[in-house]
């Protein structure tokens, strides 16, 4: 699987609570991309990204997951508080 495959898998399969989990992780935690791909995993709604658990911890991933995270919202995930 290409990045750019992942890329749009997260971004279909972002729900709107998989989409506050990786907020609350990324801006309430203030957990790094990677620490986000890492923790995903141990929550319910990680379990729409089981296909790639594999990749658990992988920057990339998590970088996907806060972008389509926050696009959800309306933000930009490397701005204001995403950061």
Known sequence: MTWLEIEKLVHAQMTPELAQRVRALRVGADLTWRGVCSAIFDYPEGALLQDLAYMRGDQPLGMFLCEAAAESFGE?????TWQ
């Open 76 to 80: 930009d995930a490397h701005k204001g």
